[in-house]
Structure formats: structure tokens, C-alpha cells
């Protein structure tokens, strides 16, 4: 048997055991932390998800459980076990378990709690998150978005995933082309010539600030055609909306590359939309009028015989994959949809190689779902399992008491630069996670740039730098001798030192749920809980003692402490500073 110095090897021990004694397949073998010490170190309910295929009752199986399980070496490391209630096996652990985890921990140093998946689970994945139109800067909702979705593939690749992280540029459509109007109408008033808004512009300050500096480059090189269409924004020549657009687009994306740096946010891939439509001339590339991606999506469906016209509109028939109603693909006017670059875009994924695609949305995008997981269904090789879309929810804000009202196109927002002006890069990161994404946020500025322990990054922040400026007042050789943790010895395992192992412990059965379940809120409240922890640990157990053998478990129970929130820490996006 392997060593049994932490749950999930644990756990999976007394399953072996409980198939063993139930004479079939065993699944489902959890273990829990007793809320009281008479209860056991941990519970588990081996016998009760056994019973059926043993065919007794749990309690009776229980006792041959835990007997079974103490022949193959569990002795080793448990003191003695109970039958509780209807059938649980409560377990008391021996000091040489505590001694083997906390050794574990500090030989596997930055690498414990990773590497938790399964071989068999683990995916070449794509994960798409924030992706905004380039029309302004990003606010306080894709700040949500942006660090969930990093905190979800730092956890990803650290459980044992192959992550790629990229951001769809949305640079193709009417809102890009009203986002070109809105910028050379702005240009025009600045260069004094008398010219409206289009229907539904862009109005916020921040287009009249992207104008004064396309002034400062290029002068007035679009004045005389902008004058010339006055006061109607619509009679601008084609080509130079196209030109003023893409200055804007690619000022905003520099923009947002340097908001999202900031925010730690990094991505290994920028796809542009417009790319998706390369129309250069190759006779193959081209199908209904479209080259690049698009073309071969739509090659592609109707080779399947899903694509049909009506009302001069090229339609997917979406009907057939779940969706409430077929789609359109391309207008009469000749014009592409959305959904059609969604397809292409998604096509081009599956093309790179990767097993599992994650697209993480806001909450407008919810009513999308139903259509997107059709197409993907619709494209071969007919597998919707390998797209999985999550939506997320609204942040909203609150100051004083008092809620923020945003509104993007009015340039009414409080933006990711703002943000963390106001409350940092690490208040932002912890508190944007500190709920599951599909609920909406509560964001306190107050209570985010409070330094108290009533704020939860600075508790826990709080806790790994004491823990720090203990291990600063501890001599050097004894910071040193604890190194893998191989010389540490203790005959007696105090209740605080106890419940502080067990917590550590937890932290890979964190990362593991956290990755299945897509949740890094998981792992922010198990660092809250883990810095509680530490900090009841400390006021009854001192630290600088003259029992060296005590003061070496001590330490060591520090430094893993401190490498378990650091990492933790760093999982989500968020500092784990040395002093505070």
C-alpha cells in the first residue's frame, strides 16, 4: 500500500478496503472533518456507499471495513476507529500520519496541491474569456470575467491541463462600424466641422479623448472627406471610416493589453474576427461568397446538407440539434450574422488540436447557448461535449452605501483601470472570485480598501506575511533543518497543530473540486478558512520554543502554511506579500 499521508490516498485505501469486504466495485468514498474532536480526525462513509453491492447493512460493514483496512497498513498510521451513526468510520489518526503529511508537503514544496488530475482527465484545452468589442475600455463586469477566467486557467494547468488562454477580438460588425462613425464624427467636431452622432454611437468622453489623439497622428488627413459628408456621418467615403476604425480598434486593444497586464491577466492567443473572413482569391477557399474560415464553415455545413435558402437568407438548420428554431447564417442583404463567425471561429479551434473548448460569456449572452451548442453539434465531428459555455453574472458596485450605474455606449462606467486606482490589483482579483460566477457580485469599495481583518484579502494576506515575520524570528538553522521535513519527530500532535494539518491537507481536494467544478470561489474561501486557522493555531501554540522538537514541528507547520497560501494566493492572481 501507498503512503497514506493525505486524504485523497486515503480515501481511495479504505475504498479498496470496502471493495474487498463487499466483494464488488466500490465508487464514491469520500472522507470529512469531524466538526468535534470525539468524532474522529476524519469520517468516512465507506461502508455506506458499499452496502448496496454487499448487500448489508452499513453499520455491520463498517466494523469489517475498518479491520480490513487496518490489516493492509492502515495501523500505520491510525490509532484506533469507531462506527458512528448509520454506518460512518470515524477514524483516529496517529501522530506518525500528521508527521508523514506535513513531511509531504514541504518535499513536494511549490508543487503540493498540484498535478491533481487524473491522466485519464486531462485535456488540451482552449479557455476564451473576456473578448469585447474594441469600442471602449474595459469595465468593472469584464473585470469579473478577466479574473475569473485567468484564476480558471491558472487552476487548470496547475491540476494538470494544457492550457491555452485567448481573446476573440470582435472587430467585424455593425458595432465596430458604429464605433468608426462615432470616432470620425468626434474628429470632425474637433477639427470644428458641424457633423451628428449616428443612431446609437458611441457617446462617452473617452471617444472624444481617441480623437484628439488621432488628431495628434495624423493631423487633419480626414478632414476635407469628413466636411464634405456634413452633416451626415453616413456619406463619409467607405474607406476612410474603414481607415478611422481600425486606428480605433487598434488603440483600444493596445488599451486593453496594457489594462489587463495590470490586472495579471495574460493571454497566449488574440484571434481577430476579421481575420475569419480572409478573402483571398483561392478558388477552393471560397463557398457562398466567403473566404478564410468562414468559407470553409460554410463548405462544411452544406457538404452535411444543413444549410438551406429562404427569403433570400442562407439558414442552418439548428432545429435539428436542439435549437427552438433555425438560424440565419447569412442575410438577403448578403451581409454575415454573428452566429456565423461564431461558427467559423469555433471550427478554427477544433482545427488547432484542442479536446476541450471553454467559452466563459457575460449575462446578455444566456439565450445564445441553446444556438451555439446546436452548431456545434451541426459541425463535424458532431461532438457538443468538447464546447462548454459558462455564463457569467453582473458585478455591482457599492460606495458609501450607495450603487454604481454603468452604461458603456452613454461612457457611464467605471472602468478596470479605475478599479483597481481605487482598491488595488490584489483587493480587485480576490473579491472578483469571492463568489460562483453565475451569481451576481456585491463589490464593497469600502470594505475592499478597508486594511482590517473584516477585509478577506487582507486577512488572508495578513496571515502569510505574520507567518513570515515569525519564520524571520526563528534562527536560520532551524528554518534550514526542516528543509523536506525528513528529520522531523513528535510524540504527541497538540489539537491546534491537529486541525492546522488537516486543513493543509485539504488544499489539493480544493484544487481538484475547484477544476471539475469550475469554481475558483472554492479556493478563496478555503484560503479564508486556512488563514483562520493558522491564526487559532498561533494564539495557543508558540512558535520560538525551547523544546526543539516541538519548535521544529512548529516551524515546519509555518513554512507549509505559508507555501500553501502563497500558492493559493497566486492561483487566483493575488499577491502574498513577505510584510504588511
Known amino acids: 500500500m501507498t503512503d497514506l499521508y493525505d486524504l485523497a490516498t486515503l480515501a481511495a485505501s479504505l475504498q479498496e478496503a470496502a471493495a474487498e469486504v463487499a466483494g464488488a466495485g466500490v465508487d464514491g468514498v469520500e472522507l470529512d472533518l469531524p466538526p468535534r474532536p470525539e468524532l474522529g480526525d476524519v469520517s468516512s462513509n465507506a461502508a455506506l456507499v458499499s452496502a448496496r453491492a454487499a448487500r448489508r447493512a452499513p453499520r455491520d460493514l463498517a466494523g469489517e471495513i475498518g479491520a480490513r483496512w487496518m490489516e493492509q497498513g492502515g495501523a500505520g498510521v491510525c490509532e484506533r476507529y469507531e462506527v458512528a451513526g448509520p454506518g460512518f468510520l470515524n477514524l483516529f489518526l496517529s501522530p506518525s500520519w500528521y508527521l508523514g503529511a506535513v513531511r509531504r508537503m514541504l518535499d513536494l514544496g511549490a ?37 475569473y477566467g485567468d484564476a480558471l486557467c491558472r487552476i487548470f494547468a496547475f491540476a494538470g491541463h494544457d492550457v491555452t488562454r485567448e481573446f476573440y477580438v470582435n472587430d467585424y460588425g455593425t458595432q465596430m462600424l458604429r464605433f468608426g462613425q462615432s470616432l470620425a464624427v468626434r474628429y470632425g467636431q474637433r477639427l470644428g466641422i458641424d457633423i451628428a452622432l449616428p443612431e446609437d454611437a458611441y457617446e462617452g468622453a473617452y471617444v472624444l479623448e481617441f480623437a484628439d489623439k488621432l488628431i495628434a497622428q495624423v493631423g487633419d488627413r480626414y478632414r476635407d472627406a469628413i466636411a464634405a459628408a456634413a452633416p451626415d456621418v453616413e456619406r463619409v467615403p467607405d474607406d476612410v471610416i474603414q481607415e478611422i476604425k481600425i486606428w480605433g480598434r487598434d488603440h483600444v486593444l493596445a488599451q486593453f493589453r496594457e489594462t489587463l497586464e495590470r490586472l495579471r491577466v495574460p493571454f497566449d492567443v488574440w484571434t481577430s474576427e476579421a481575420t475569419l473572413y480572409d478573402d483571398r482569391p483561392t478558388a477552393d477557399a471560397h463557398h457562398r461568397g466567403f473566404g478564410g474560415e468562414v468559407g470553409k464553415a460554410l463548405a462544411e455545413m452544406d457538404g452535411e446538407g444543413l ?13 435539428q440539434y436542439g435549437d427552438d428554431k433555425d438560424r440565419v447564417l447569412i442575410r438577403g442583404t448578403g451581409a454575415p450574422t454573428y452566429f456565423l463567425s461564431d461558427i467559423a471561429y469555433h471550427r478554427d479551434k477544433m482545427d488547432r488540436g484542442f479536446q476541450h473548448m471553454i467559452d466563459i460569456w457575460g449575462a446578455d449572452h444566456h439565450g445564445y447557448v441553446p444556438r451555439m451548442k446546436a452548431a456545434f453539434t451541426a459541425l463535424p465531428p458532431h461532438d457538443p461535449d468538447r464546447l462548454e459555455l459558462i455564463i457569467g453574472q453582473l458585478v455591482n458596485l457599492t460606495e458609501s452605501g450607495e450603487a454604481k450605474r454603468m452604461s458603456k455606449r452613454k461612457g457611464d462606467i467605471v472602468t478596470v483601470d479605475d ?9 480587485a482579483r480576490f473579491f472578483l472570485v469571492g463568489r460562483s460566477h453565475d451569481s451576481t457580485l456585491e463589490l464593497d469599495l469600502d470594505l475592499a480598501a478597508e ?42 500532535v497538540e489539537p491546534a497543530e491537529r486541525e492546522l494539518v488537516k486543513a493543509l491537507t485539504r488544499f489539493p481536494l480544493v484544487v481538484l473540486d475547484s477544476t471539475r467544478r469550475r469554481s475558483p470561489h472554492r479556493l478563496h474561501a478555503y484560503l479564508g478558512e486556512l488563514a483562520a486557522q493558522f491564526h487559532a493555531f498561533y494564539r495557543v501554540c508558540r512558535v520560538l520554543v525551547d523544546e526543539e522538537e516541538v519548535a521544529l514541528f512548529r516551524t515546519a507547520l509555518c ?22
Not at 508543487?111 to 484545452?125: D, H, M, S, T
Not at 444549410?307 to 432545429?319: I, K, N, P, Q, S
Not at 478599479?419 to 483587493?427: E, F, S, Y
Not at 502554511?561 to 492572481?573: C, D, E, K, N, V
Open 111 to 147: 508543487a503540493y496541491g498540484g498535478g491533481v488530475l487524473p491522466e485519464a482527465e486531462r485535456r488540451k484545452v482552449n479557455i476564451e474569456f473576456v473578448s469585447v468589442n474594441p469600442t471602449g475600455p474595459l469595465h468593472v463586469g469584464h473585470a469579473r470575467y478577466a479574473s
Open 307 to 319: 444549410l438551406f435558402d429562404e427569403e433570400d437568407a442562407v439558414w442552418l438548420r439548428t432545429t
Open 419 to 427: 478599479l483597481m486606482d481605487d482598491i488595488g490589483v490584489d483587493a
Open 451 to 492: 486594511e482590517s481583518s473584516n477585509n478577506p484579502v487582507y486577512y488572508v494576506q495578513y496571515a502569510h506575511a505574520r507567518i513570515c515575520s515569525i519564520l524571520r524570528n526563528v534562527p536560520e538553522e532551524r528554518v534550514a533543518a526542516v528543509g523536506s521535513g525528513a528529520g522531523l519527530t513528535v510524540d504527541e
Open 559 to 580: 513554512v507549509a502554511t505559508r507555501q500553501t497560501l502563497a500558492s493559493g494566493l497566486g492561483l487566483l492572481g493575488v499577491s502574498a506579500p513577505e510584510t504588511m
